[in-house]
Nanobody
């Protein structure tokens, strides 16, 4: 699976951005997630969209972005999105998408080791 993240850029505080993560190479992964990494800091889990029973998907978010960020997927385009609203200067980071064929338990979704594939990252800057 190859992941291509895009959509990063510069935005003023309070603004919005939508990131995309296009997957190719194999069938769509059961779980896809977004992480970010500010300069000099560790990679932080933002949220994930995980396949549940049948063809349904559930989304999960970290407390730091819940209510402001929304993850969705378009199976026809084999793409996962991260809609970000009410952006703050502290949201500035390189944003990564990740994928795995596994369906981790909820408590494991934030573990970077659960993911087999990573996109190259896209930079988001937020000015105050």
């Amino acid at each position: 699976v190859q992941l291509q993240a895009s959509g990063g850029g510069s935005v003023q505080a309070g603004g919005s951005l939508r990131l995309s993560c296009a997957a190719s190479g194999r069938t769509f992964s059961n779980t896809m997630a977004w992480f970010r990494q500010p300069p000099g800091k560790e990679r932080e889990f933002l949220g994930a969209i995980r396949r549940s029973a049948g063809s349904a998907y559930n989304t999960y978010y970290s407390d730091s972005v819940k209510g402001r960020f929304t993850i969705s997927r378009d199976n026809a385009k084999i793409t996962v999105y991260l809609q970000m609203r009410s952006l703050k200067p502290e949201d500035a980071a390189v944003y990564f998408c990740a994928a795995t064929s596994k369906t981790p338990i909820v408590s494991a979704l934030s573990n970077v080791l659960m993911y087999d594939y990573w996109g190259q990252g896209t930079l988001v800057t937020v000015s105050s």
